[in-house]
């Protein structure tokens, strides 16, 4: 039986008394530099990443005391979260050459074989899409075309009678959960036809765009990446042995994510040196574990780590 729900208890403190509180509960550190980032950050968005420095609370498994390990220092708990900071930058970059690739060759695709207007127009050009999917989608567009004030936008209103913009010009201000709607709702030749130049399965392809569409939100809300858990996971390939030996691949944090864009990397923007860029942060962070974004002791002999592209 759920426990009836109460009243939120907690007031809100002053800097000095958020910083006496961490102090109090064993947190080393200098008072005025605890205050400083705390004042810029605030103190519940740091709670996410000193949560793991909390004392276990042995009479009551899975919860923890409001006291720290021994030895906690605040300098350690702020190395997580700037880390976190330029690791979501860093997953940022290789999800909009993801993306804007996906947005180009659905669109090529797509009106190629349907012409400019039909993912508006004609229902069956996305007969993938359940008719409730489909009305979200016309919705999305509609909105996204109403409000905005991009140039190119503007330009083709005041120049065009035509009551939809083409698809190639309404892929760049639609969202990327958008974009993998309408990958779902594309015919399965367009999908085998943009999958493969990825080098993988249309429905892998497709659980890629919706897992990455999540954790670009994340990323865009400033949200933890770190040591998250994700609700709703990626597919991992089963037949690819590249996933699975000698590294296997899972599919719940962050790594899973990373993995899969060096994998799409090495084939469309194989030139980056985005893996390298990884490697730095990394060094850069040596007391960040990287177990907590499901990152495994041999990760480097991955194949998909050690190719460079095609």
């Not at 809100?12 to 980032?37: M, W």
């Not at 120049?159 to 974009?179: H, K, M, N, Q």
């Not at 890629?208 to 998250?228: D, E, F, I, K, P």
């Not at 993995?259 to 990884?278: G, M, V």
Request: net charge positive.
């Amino acid at each position: 039986m759920a426990q009836p729900r109460q009243p939120y208890p907690k007031s809100p403190l002053s800097l000095d008394d958020q910083v006496q509180r961490l102090l109090d509960r064993g947190l080393i550190g200098d008072p005025g530099v605890i205050r400083k980032r705390l004042a810029v950050v605030g103190y519940y968005r740091l709670s996410a990443y000193w949560h793991p420095f909390r004392l276990p609370d042995l009479s009551h498994p899975g919860q923890y005391l409001d006291e720290f390990e021994p030895g906690t220092s605040f300098e350690d708990v702020w190395a997580r979260y700037a880390f976190d900071r330029r690791l979501r930058l860093h997953v940022l970059d290789a999800i909009e050459r993801i993306e804007v690739a996906a947005r180009a060759m659905l669109a090529q695709e797509h009106t190629l074989a349907h012409g400019r207007f039909a993912y508006m127009s004609e229902r069956e050009s996305l007969s993938g899409l359940s008719d409730e999917e489909w009305a979200w989608f016309v919705e999305s567009v509609q909105r996204a075309c109403a409000g905005s004030k991009e140039p190119f936008v503007l330009h083709f209103r005041r120049t065009y009678s035509d009551s939809y913009l083409p698809l190639w010009i309404a892929t760049e201000i639609v969202s990327l959960g958008c974009i993998a709607k309408l990958f779902n709702g594309v015919s399965p030749e367009i999908q085998r036809t943009v999958a493969a130049s990825i080098g993988i399965s249309p429905r892998i392809f497709g659980s890629w765009l919706r897992s990455l569409n999540v954790v670009r939100n994340t990323c865009a809300h400033h949200s933890r990446l770190w040591n998250r858990v994700f609700g709703f996971k990626p597919r991992i390939p089963d037949a690819d042995p590249q996933w699975h030996h000698p590294v296997e691949v899972s599919n719940d944090r962050v790594f899973a994510i990373l993995t899969i864009s060096k994998y799409c990397l090495n084939r469309i923007a194989p030139q980056s040196r985005w893996d390298q860029n990884l490697r730095r942060l990394l060094a850069d962070f040596p007391t960040v574990p990287t177990r907590d974004m499901g990152f495994p002791d041999n990760w480097q002999t991955s194949p998909i780590w050690t190719l460079q592209g095609p």
